[in-house]
Every structure is written in C-alpha cells, then in structure tokens.
C-alpha cells in the first residue's frame, strides 16, 4: 500500500523560511490517501524514521489490458516540523546531485 500526502500551500514555505526551489514541503496531519482504496485515512503520524525516505513521482498508467509504470526519485526527506504547521520537508534531488558533482567533481547522468 502507498499513500499519497498533499503538497504544503506558498503560506507554510514563507512561514518555515523555506525556498520552493530547494525544498519539497508536505502536509501532516494525520491523513493520507491510501492508494489500494483511494480513500483519504487516519494514519499513524509519527514521524520517526522518515528522514531519509524518497519523494517519488509515479506514473502508472494501465492501457490495452497491460499496466506500465515508472518512478523517479525527486528528492530526500530531511526534517519533520510540528507547530503552526505540521509538515515534512525534504531536499530536491537536482540540489543534492549538484552538491555531489561539485564536491566530489564528477558528472551525474539525469534521466528527467
């Protein structure tokens, strides 16, 4: 079973200080949409051992009686902030593997 957690709105991004260009931010509230029953459930909303986890983007399509799918990884989950809003955050990857190829001086194939 996946879930399906909603992007954070522009107010939650200046809130934390965060830049939209470098940051995925998500709501978290204690609901998700459980994607077997595309209904929208209460989860557990602890948030321990989320940092680290992907951001994906899914594409599952089912056409002429065959599914066909992709993933790609968008970017790292790193902090989890509860208050005003409770929400996740994470890095994009196009700032992590700039980091790397600067750092460690080397090319990085992208697929996207």
Not at 43 to 55: A, F, N, P, Q, R
Request: charged share 25%.
């Amino acid at each position: 079973m996946g879930l399906l957690i909603f992007a954070s709105q522009d107010k939650v991004f200046e809130y934390y200080g965060l830049n939209p260009l470098a940051h995925y931010v998500f709501e978290f509230q204690g609901k998700a949409v459980n994607t077997k029953t595309n209904r929208l459930e209460k989860i557990k909303t602890e948030h321990y051992g989320l940092s680290g986890c992907g951001v994906w983007y899914a594409d599952i399509e089912f056409k002429h009686n065959k599914f066909k799918s992709s993933a790609h990884l968008l970017g790292i989950m790193i902090e989890f902030r509860k208050g005003k809003y409770d929400c996740l955050i994470g890095n994009r990857m196009e700032i992590i593997l700039a980091t790397i190829e600067r750092n460690e001086g080397i090319k990085i194939k992208r697929t996207i």
